[in-house]
């Protein structure tokens, strides 16, 4: 589904008194979308937890503060955290694990998967990139139903696809 964003920006403006405030908008659409994935038995993906930037960039918050934002919006929501980067926003393997852990041991238990962040291109364009983590879901079947019941159990293992060789 696609949010109806002119009917949000509506209801942001009026009840800014007139004005479009670009956080509350931001804010109504994710409390939207989630709330609509939910509603539908889906679950939502936190996706690059420190920013956007690719590999041998400076990051933008310290892990602390990453944390604290987090702890602060209960990850907006989400249900999944990506954490198998090994460079990403300027963040290493190392800073996506331990804000992993500490927002589990806040109460705030995310399922964490691993990405290539790989949008299409080239065939094999993840390969000998630093991003080349996968995720396998242990389910049932290959029916969305159950590997959606996988992911919302935790039952989620990722990895670096070069380097494992299924043991």
């Given at each position: 589904?696609?949010?109806?964003?002119?009917?949000?920006?509506?209801?942001?403006?009026?009840?800014?008194?007139?004005?479009?405030?670009?956080?509350?908008?931001?804010?109504?659409?994710?409390?939207?979308?989630?709330?609509?994935?939910?509603?539908?038995?889906?679950?939502?993906?936190?996706?690059?937890?420190?920013?956007?930037?690719f590999?041998?960039?400076?990051?933008?918050?310290?892990?602390?503060?990453?944390?604290?934002?987090?702890?602060?919006?209960?990850?907006?929501?989400?249900?999944?955290?990506?954490?198998?980067?090994?460079?990403?926003?300027?963040?290493t393997?190392?800073?996506?694990?331990?804000?992993?852990?500490?927002?589990?041991?806040?109460?705030?238990?995310?399922?964490?998967?691993?990405?290539?962040?790989?949008?299409?291109?080239?065939?094999?364009?993840?390969?000998?990139?630093?991003?080349?983590?996968?995720?396998?879901?242990?389910?049932?079947?290959?029916?969305?139903?159950?590997?959606?019941?996988?992911?919302?159990?935790?039952?989620?293992?990722?990895?670096?696809?070069?380097?494992?060789?299924?043991t």
């Amino acid at each position: 589904f696609l949010p109806d964003y002119d009917a949000l920006a509506a209801e942001v403006t009026r009840a800014g008194g007139g004005t479009l405030d670009e956080k509350r908008f931001r804010a109504a659409v994710n409390r939207h979308v989630v709330d609509e994935v939910h509603a539908r038995g889906g679950l939502v993906s936190y996706n690059h937890p420190f920013g956007v930037t690719f590999e041998e960039n400076e990051k933008p918050r310290t892990n602390e503060e990453q944390l604290a934002v987090l702890l602060k919006n209960r990850a907006e929501g989400a249900d999944i955290l990506e954490v198998g980067y090994r460079d990403r926003g300027g963040a290493t393997l190392a800073d996506h694990l331990w804000l992993w852990d500490q927002l589990a041991l806040a109460g705030l238990a995310l399922v964490g998967v691993g990405v290539s962040d790989s949008h299409g291109g080239p065939d094999n364009r993840w390969s000998g990139s630093p991003n080349n983590f996968v995720s396998w879901i242990w389910a049932e079947s290959a029916t969305k139903r159950d590997l959606i019941a996988g992911l919302r159990a935790g039952r989620v293992f990722f990895g670096d696809i070069e380097r494992f060789d299924g043991t």
